[in-house]
């Protein structure tokens, strides 16, 4: 019960970052780089490297493509979410800007510039070139999640939702859309809302893993320690669940000291690929 009270009393200080220190990782928008088979839909989803590869080496393999024609869209795509894997954002901003110029009309140049942009902490211009990616007569219900988690960022949430209900009416009980909408409502502190927004992701087949993780932290910050771990290892092997469980009361432990900037406790965001 103290622990219980205690996480109540904390909690008053926890969610204290603003839309620039959110506690979003980037990804928020979950929209992978358009045209290419990873998500980006945290608006969004974050881009990590394939499991056992070297980032480094991905990179200058696509490096080497995209050098050789630099005016190949596909090879720009493929070089940036290179990029994106190895933490090398700016660049990979830089490789998008420019096949942008060479390609004005490209949609998934320029959702995967968008998604580059939010990755760098770029949310306005990240918002103002995915509006460019699709046209209000067609559009796509990946790309409006992704504005949405840039308006999130930039404080602006209510706006966001906006967003996410248009999503919702095109791809119905989507659970990238429902995950980042769950999302905003832990950027306002409003944690009862978020729960249930991801509580409807997470019974989604196809959610993404993440969701469970952000389940079970948002559920654990109202205080339900128990029922929090009994999400995160639900169904998972041993040594997995073991793994989660040990992740999730790190990532509570970090509300103690909620005055720094190394605190922000890292909510996953999730998406489809745009």
């Known amino acids: 019960m103290l622990q219980q009270l205690l996480l109540h009393y904390r909690f008053a200080k926890l969610l204290v970052s603003t839309a620039s220190s959110a506690i979003l990782v980037l990804g928020l928008c979950s929209c992978q780089t358009a045209g290419t088979s990873d998500i980006t839909g945290s608006l969004g989803e974050k881009i990590e490297a394939s499991r056992g590869v070297d980032p480094r080496r991905e990179v200058e393999s696509y490096r080497d493509r995209f050098r050789a024609n630099p005016k190949d869209a596909d090879a720009a795509l493929q070089y940036a979410k290179a990029l994106r894997a190895a933490g090398q954002q700016a660049q990979a901003v830089a490789v998008l800007e420019q096949a942008t110029i060479a390609h004005p009309g490209n949609n998934a140049l320029l959702a995967g510039y968008g998604r580059a942009l939010a990755d760098n902490g770029n949310f306005q211009q990240a918002f103002d070139v995915l509006s460019r990616a699709h046209t209000p007569d067609d559009p796509d219900w990946r790309i409006l999640s992704a504005q949405g988690t840039a308006l999130d960022q930039l404080g602006r949430h209510d706006e966001a939702r906006q967003y996410y209900a248009t999503a919702l009416k095109i791809a119905p009980e989507e659970p990238s859309v429902l995950s ?3 999302l905003s409502y832990v950027l306002s502190k409003d944690l009862p809302k978020a729960e249930e927004a991801l509580r409807r992701a997470y019974s989604r087949a196809d959610a993404d893993p993440r969701v469970r993780q ?8 109202q205080g339900r320690l128990a029922e929090a771990e009994s999400i995160v290892k639900a169904g998972r092997p041993a040594e997995e669940a073991a793994a989660n469980v040990a992740y999730l009361m790190r990532l509570l432990a970090r509300k103690d000291n909620a ?3 190394s605190d922000k406790i890292p909510v996953a965001a999730i998406g489809r690929p745009i």
Not at 214 to 221: D, P
């Open 214 to 221: 952000n389940l079970g932290l948002v559920i654990g910050l």
């Open 180 to 182: 980042n909408l769950g």
């Open 259 to 261: 005055h720094t900037d």
